[in-house]
């Protein structure tokens, strides 16, 4: 019997590569034929990374969810243009977001066509969009790129939450392909940072999302760069539907507001500012003007940004509201809704972080014991105190105030269908403290 390696036809299948088949299992990939097939295919840096690593353990189960038979992480690396994305015209930073993105979708694919071409079975998870929105506003995306590309070598988180590549700097985007295959070498994050903690993503972030001290406003960002995308897509919505006409509906949205939303709907949902990426300087491409001339660079790339008269979407009560009008007064605020509306008490709990407003919790030093009863049962335990949240499972320490809800209540008192009011009447809800901190604990949490 003629090995299956050694018939005519494998043997001629996998000539010219550095792929090795072996019967029943899948080919063990050479590390360096792999990463000239993804810069062939219009990457500009690759990496690789195991599904066992550590540094992903917490991705690993819903990576495997969508594809079981993942052995191992491609991630890639595209380079944008760099003007485009400083431009202060928003048609032109976004132009060039979209094109890059469908670049890097098509790079996916691509690789995922040529390795299907020798056998091996891999799958392309989208660089942004599409995802999984019957999880909205869960986690939506099939694979987190950022962890996967610092595990992969391909750079570090910057305090703006974007990673850094230590060659092209901010201005990239990443995409990551699954695979059935090993490969003969596998990368590591690099040893340092590129991040040279200058702060210009600080100063040009127009709601003050990102704090001198690293801290991050999600919910900040989320309400205004993503406007047009998904929660405030919904918000807009619903903006229509609570309209008693259409000059009523123009008192709440303007002329150029909906046409805004005609060009996201029709050529893809645009960004409002993604400045933090506009103005970074890291990076062995991108920093000579920065070290060269800081004032020019700042005159040049960060004042235009800064000065740009423009709307800012904020929540009602949240830190972004009291920013704006003291970091940039010619910019205009709007009230609205960001449509972050958890569908159960897990994701109410997991989501507590992301819309926690430090500046409204100033003073507060308490521990709230949550038992929810009903739908779901569960016991949790926030506590508020120098300006920091935790959130535990179960009931720890001594509480403040208890408050026992029942889980469908709950839940819409904070889509704001039911009123706390009618909740505490109907014993619905029951609080054992002081109303006081409940009232505070809302004041954390604007929606």
Known sequence: MVRLS????VKRFYEGTSLRPETGEPPTLDADWLRQLCLDAGADDVGFVEIDRSEIADQRHDILAVFPHTRTLVSFVCRMNREPVRSPARSVANLEFHHAGDHVNEVARKLVKALQGKGVRALNPAMGFPMEMDRFPGKIWVVSHKPVAVTAGLGHMGIHRNVIHPRFGSFILLGTVLLDAEVTAYDRPIDYNPC???????SACPVGAIGPDGYFNFSACYTHNYREFMGGFTNWVETIAESKSASDYRTKVSDPESVSMWQSLSFGANYKSAYCMAVCPAGEDVIGPFLTDRKEFL???V???QDKVETIYVVPGTDAEGYVPRRFPHKKTKRVGNGLRPRSIR???EG???VFQRHQAAGLDATY???F???????ATVGIRDQTLEVGDGHIGAADIHITADTRTWLTFLAKERSIVWALLRRRIRIKGSPRLLLAFGKCFPS
């Open 369 to 371: 014991h949550f038992t």
């Open 303 to 305: 004042k235009p940004l």
């Open 352 to 354: 507590l972080p992301h």
């Open 299 to 301: 005159k040049e790339i």
């Open 373 to 379: 009863t009903g739908e779901e049962d569960v016991k």
């Open 6 to 9: 050694e018939h005519p036809t």
């Open 347 to 349: 994701g109410f709990l």
């Open 196 to 202: 040279v903690e200058c702060k210009l993503c600080v």
